[in-house]
């Protein structure tokens, strides 16, 4: 398993197989942290053979800036480019506006056929 600790955030890799991996981030995912979560998630979706699905448990997650939210784009995007799908699970009210006042919700949170995941 992989984890990162910082004082204000903590991303740690719960499960992990050719199907899935799993993370759950607690804290804020900001300026400070979000580089760190790109470095973890990057690491496993370029390992071989690349997981079906990144799931990403947001129940923990405090404030996530514009760098935070910058960095999910990014891993949507890598993420796009191996075949993975992404998940934010568990969002919480805050995390769930800032998408809806970014227009980044139906990008983030929508499967590559449309449907929308958790």
């Known amino acids: 398993m992989t984890s990162y600790a910082q004082d204000s955030f903590t991303v740690v890799e719960v499960s992990s197989n050719s199907l899935a991996a799993a993370f759950r981030l607690r804290g804020d ?30 129940a923990g997650l ?12 990014v891993i949507r995007r890598r993420a796009d480019a191996v075949g993975t799908r992404l998940h934010l699970d568990n ?15 139906e990008h983030l949170v929508a499967g590559r056929d449309g449907v929308h995941s958790s």
């Open 29 to 58: 995912l900001d300026y400070v942290s979000a580089e760190d979560l790109l470095t973890v998630v990057t690491a496993r979706l370029r390992q071989a053979p690349a997981p079906r699905e990144i799931r990403l448990d947001c």
């Open 91 to 105: 969002r919480g009210a805050a995390l769930n506006r800032l998408l809806d006042i970014t227009g980044t919700r």
């Open 62 to 73: 405090g404030i996530c800036d514009s760098t935070g939210l910058s960095v999910l784009l």
